[in-house]
């Protein structure tokens, strides 16, 4: 079993809806990053949290350490928001990598 | 202006030469990392350079060897390469406070390294 688990692997959905990308992982950790890997490859760092719940435009993460849980939520997708979403957990220095969430907004 | 900044972004080369990939960046963080995608778009840590000295060397071949000038600057050079080096590398940095790595991960466009 991998250490950090990622669902759902794919998602396809319809412009404007709702979208849930969820992170649970078996280990402790300090912070947990969520990243954007473009179709051209390029990552981008999309948040780090420890604890609660951040906001950046359309895009919100939660985390519960408790349950070793985080979530990535997009509201009102877009066809470009198109890109596979990555959890990664920081451990001591290093930084154990989900399997990436592949997600298609359709128009 | 570019946070992090890798050349080349594309290579193409034969089996058993020897190539470097640069990356510096401009953010003034401490701690720079070389990330290895493979085929199947998992990320793998290489190396994690903090200050110019290595924290991290995972089990990579010693043909891979980083060299880090100065904290702005972490190279990668891979001597000898084999097909099964074809993959795109990442760097990233991060900024590192008191001993923790408590910053967000900022990552280069990737180098698509091809072995033929």
């Known amino acids: 079993k991998n250490e950090v688990e990622q669902s759902p692997q794919n998602l396809t959905a319809q412009e404007g809806e709702f979208i849930t990308i969820n992170c649970s992982y078996s280990?402790?950790?300090?912070?947990l990053h969520w990243l954007q890997q473009h179709p051209g490859g390029g990552i981008v760092s999309l948040f780090m949290?420890?604890?609660?719940?951040k906001k950046h435009g359309r895009l919100i993460a939660t985390i519960n350490i408790q349950e070793k849980h985080s979530s990535l939520h997009i509201t009102a997708s877009h066809p470009r928001d198109s890109a596979v979403y990555i959890c990664?957990?920081?451990?001591?220095?290093?930084?154990?990598w989900g399997a990436g969430t592949k997600l298609i907004i359709k128009p | 202006d570019t946070a992090v900044s890798q050349t080349p972004k594309y290579l193409v080369t034969q089996m058993g030469n020897d190539k470097s990939i640069k990356c510096e960046q401009n953010?003034?963080?401490?701690?720079m990392y070389w990330y290895k995608q493979d085929s199947k778009k998992f990320l793998k840590i290489m190396f994690s350079?903090?200050?110019?000295?290595?924290?991290i060397n995972e089990t990579v071949p010693n043909r891979f060897s980083p060299k880090s000038p100065d904290k702005a600057h972490l190279n990668l050079h891979i001597n000898s390469l084999e097909l099964g080096d074809s993959a795109v590398y990442f760097c990233?940095?991060?900024?590192?406070?008191?001993?923790?790595?408590?910053?967000?991960?900022?990552f280069g466009e990737g180098s698509r390294l091809t072995v033929l």
């Open positions: 350079y903090n200050n110019k000295e290595l924290i």
């Open positions: 953010l003034g963080h401490d701690t």
């Open positions: 949290l420890s604890s609660g719940k």
């Open positions: 990233a940095s991060s900024h590192n406070l008191a001993g923790m790595n408590t910053g967000e991960l900022f």
């Open positions: 990664a957990v920081k451990g001591n220095y290093q930084l154990i």
């Open positions: 280990v402790g950790i300090s912070a």
